[in-house]
T-cell receptor, first 110, second 114 residues
């Protein structure tokens, strides 16, 4: 069956450091992968989309990579700030439907 | 959240009662979705609709029902047949014309069945 796995443990990092989150998938051949941010008690908010033919995508302090051979996407938050504390979800897109991972909770300490 | 309203934010019901969750959007988006989120789990798709008067089951449709009589509205009914209804329910929309566009999520409704 199809499966999406993200870092199973929460990530606690010091302000200014880089957070690296992992999204692995099996039995999928997604053409696109999206990353969302979710704050407690709120709906997810879209951050980035990366296509299968793109190795890397950047948006401000965020960087996403997509390796279809490894079936993995990495999400980096550089120069992290306490305001980056949230849960980050990866989602695979197929036929206008998204399948989500469970998310990784990031806490940035001041 | 902008443009998508879910009400109420918190909802309490007794076991065995049906309950309807509201989702209204003013984004003029064609597609609408209902997800359920449980602690430690990803969002799971309940139902989706790509056009008015049409909807399809998602991965966990059992115990739920929907209607799409207007473009702006996609209410979800949690029936007494749903065995574990306590969860955080999220409504989302998508423009529908470009598959790459992101989904827009509402603020969610937290349902607690006592």
């Amino acid at each position: 069956s199809q499966k999406i796995e993200q870092n199973s443990e929460a990530l606690n990092i010091q302000e200014g450091k880089t957070a690296t989150l992992t999204c692995n998938y099996t039995n999928y051949s997604p053409a696109y992968l999206q990353w969302y941010r979710q704050d407690p008690g709120r709906g997810p908010v879209f951050l980035l989309l990366i296509r299968e033919n793109e190795k890397e995508k950047r948006k401000e302090r965020l960087k996403v990579t997509f390796d279809t051979t490894l079936k993995q996407s990495l999400f980096h938050i550089t120069a992290s700030q306490p305001a980056d504390s949230a849960t980050y979800l990866c989602a695979l897109l197929r036929d206008y439907k998204l399948s989500f991972g469970a998310g990784t909770t990031v806490t940035v300490r001041a | 959240d902008g443009g998508i309203t879910q009400s109420p934010k918190y909802l309490f019901r007794k076991e065995g009662q049906n309950v309807t969750l509201s989702c209204e959007q003013n984004l003029n988006h064609d597609a609408m979705y209902w997800y359920r989120q449980d602690p430690g789990q990803g969002l799971r798709l309940i139902y989706y609709s790509q056009i008015v008067n049409d909807f399809q089951k998602g991965d966990i449709a059992e115990g739920y029902s929907v209607s799409r009589e207007k473009k702006e509205s996609f209410p979800l009914t949690v029936t007494s047949a749903q065995k574990n209804p306590t969860a955080f329910y999220l409504c989302a929309t998508h423009p529908g014309d470009r598959v790459l566009d992101e989904q827009f999520f509402g603020p969610g409704t937290r349902l607690t069945v006592l």
